[in-house]
């Protein structure tokens, strides 16, 4: 399941090959999609496809331990919500069947790319961002992912980032291609500084379009590569997660052992801890602009 703003979709994956096994059932995102409005449409999708078994369901916000943390472009009753569980109820009912995972849109598009599209057998350091509404961003290091990295609301001279340079941000302001280019240009050297990725995955419907705004775009270290699963990443990658989510594991870029045994080197259970309280990057103002640290190549900052 993809939970987005304007549609939530799905439909069952196939986790061999990284695609949709049937054709992807969509309904749109209810006014206001409120958790148990939008669990409703879950429900609807699910029970389209008679599904009866595990369900990964995106969502574009923070997700830790089931529970929706942060909610940047979508209804605020999301944040604190125990969504998992919510989801789960619904879908399941008092059944208990359809168990669902909820995770991070980006984090989502991120796995399918790096096991089955552009990351594929990729190591070192590799950035997955989403451009769309907002930019979501999926962390990797040897095809292991540090969910919810939020890079998105990056601070960018005195802006939020992604009030900058997301494809919503081109359309509001009417910005050709070479003047977004520009502001992904800024924006990437801008995370290249503190991370240094060997790879960009640029994935969202723009990634489409590679092509008109790739070339232009100068001076970023890392290879740019766009994503290849483009609009059915995050359902494939929610596929993902909750098949990782069945034997205790994170997910991971590598697919699970024959024998249903974690991924990757041994990865522990997945964290339940909830992390301390307190604004999230989502929600805190941006202040002023910071300078750029000095020698750091100059990529049109
Ligand atoms: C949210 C992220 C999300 C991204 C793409 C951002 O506004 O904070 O969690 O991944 O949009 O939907």
């Given at each position: ?88 109820d619904r879908v399941g009912g008092a059944a208990g069947g359809c168990p669902v995972t909820l995770l991070n ?119 740019i590569v766009p994503a290849r699963l483009q609009n059915n990443a995050g359902i494939v990658g929610a596929a ?62």
């Amino acid at each position: 399941m993809d939970i987005g703003g304007s549609g939530i979709k799905g439909a069952p994956v196939d986790l061999e090959r990284g695609e949709l096994a049937d054709e992807r059932y969509k309904v749109l995102t209810p006014h206001p999609a409120t958790p148990e409005a939008v669990a409703d449409c879950v429900k609807d999708v699910v029970d389209h496809f008679g599904w009866t078994g595990p369900v990964g369901a995106t969502f574009p916000g923070v997700v830790t331990g089931g529970i929706t943390r942060t909610a940047a472009n979508v209804d605020k009753h999301w944040i604190g919500t125990d969504a998992a569980a919510l989801l789960t109820d619904r879908v399941g009912g008092a059944a208990g069947g359809c168990p669902v995972t909820l995770l991070n849109d980006a984090d989502a598009a991120g796995l399918a790319e790096m096991r089955f599209g552009a990351g594929r057998d990729r190591t070192g350091t590799v950035i997955v961002l989403t451009f769309g509404t907002g930019i979501g961003s999926a962390v990797f290091t040897n095809g292991r992912l540090i969910p919810n990295t939020e890079l998105g609301h990056l601070e960018l001279h005195g802006h939020d980032a992604e009030k900058r340079a997301s494809t919503k941000a081109k359309e509001d302001e009417e910005l050709n291609w070479q003047q977004w280019a520009h502001r992904v240009q800024k924006y990437l050297a801008h995370v290249e500084m503190l991370l240094s990725p060997a790879l960009f995955v640029i994935g969202g419907g723009v990634s489409r379009k590679a092509e008109k705004f790739l070339p232009l775009i100068e001076g970023i270290r890392a290879e740019i590569v766009p994503a290849r699963l483009q609009n059915n990443a995050g359902i494939v990658g929610a596929a993902m997660a909750a098949q990782a989510a069945r034997t205790g594991a994170p997910p991971t870029a590598e697919p699970p052992a024959a024998d249903g045994s974690p991924a990757g080197n041994g990865a522990g259970p997945a964290a339940r801890t909830r992390p301390a309280e307190g604004p999230s990057p989502a929600d805190r103002a941006p202040s002023a602009a910071v300078d750029s640290p000095v020698g750091w190549p100059d990529a049109g900052r």
